[in-house]
């Protein structure tokens, strides 16, 4: 019968057994009323700060929109100012060809 005990690695059942042991304390620690607290005040925290960005991201995106209406403003007044300067353009070479005639 001791025979079979002198096969087993002490050891290695050892560890095994501290790990169940931590296992099982650790699980005790984790489920507790002060850890759901702080787990409670982390969440919390965690929402606060989604609610920062959030706001953030809502100036951003409206500063963004701002910029992209004056900057298309701004394409169209040069598209009209480039036309203009196109027709008049036109008109002097109509103007000079009449004149040379």
Request: charged share 30%; aromatic share 6%.
């Amino acid at each position: 019968m001791l025979k079979c005990f002198e096969k087993i690695n002490w050891a290695k059942t050892g560890i095994f057994a501290a790990g169940v042991l931590f296992g099982t304390a650790g699980i005790k620690a984790l489920s507790s009323d002060d850890a759901k607290k702080v787990y409670t005040g982390c969440t919390a925290a965690f929402l606060r700060a989604k609610d920062c960005v959030m706001k953030t991201a809502a100036t951003v995106q409206e500063n963004a929109g701002d910029i992209y209406a004056e900057a298309k403003q701004q394409n169209e007044e040069r598209a009209a100012a480039a036309e203009a300067e196109a027709v008049e353009d036109v008109e002097e070479e109509a103007e000079a060809d009449t004149t040379e005639e």
